[in-house]
Nanobody, 117 residues
Framework: QVQLVESGGGLVQPGGSLRLSCAAS????????MGWYRQAPGKQRDLVAR???????DYAESVKGRFTISRDNAKNTVALQMNSLKPEDTAVYYC???????????WGQGTQVTVSS
């Protein structure tokens, strides 16, 4: 069974930083594209950033230059460093593992990020 556990959310002032982490259990991490998605109240869940097995990254336009995704294949973890946070970054952030061979997605439980003064 695959489990994704996020941590690192919280309340931060505009312009501040947060680092989200996701720990993956199970054997698929090394066979998965890992990503972070977010969902604000009343809106759909959107991709924030993703990273391939080889380390190639892809970002939503709204976070380019502010957020950085990284993965540690030895520790089965993926992180999202968020800098220069804005109120519009407020959302529940979800860790995602897209298992390439099985073409299947796994999700964490989500962690709340609130950017407010």
């Amino acid at each position: 069974q695959v489990q994704l556990v996020e941590s690192g959310g919280g309340l931060v002032q505009p312009g501040g930083s947060l680092r989200l982490s996701c720990a993956a259990s199970g054997s698929i991490f090394s066979m998965s594209v890992m990503g972070w998605y977010r969902q604000a109240p009343g809106k759909q869940r959107d991709l924030v950033a993703r990273i391939t097995l080889g380390g190639s990254t892809d970002y939503a336009e709204s976070v380019k230059g502010r957020f950085t995704i990284s993965r540690d294949n030895a520790k089965n973890t993926v992180a999202l460093q968020m800098n220069s946070l804005k109120p519009e970054d407020t959302a529940v952030y979800y860790c995602n593992a897209h298992w390439i061979i099985g073409d299947r997605d796994y999700w964490g439980q989500g962690t709340q990020v609130t950017v407010s003064s």
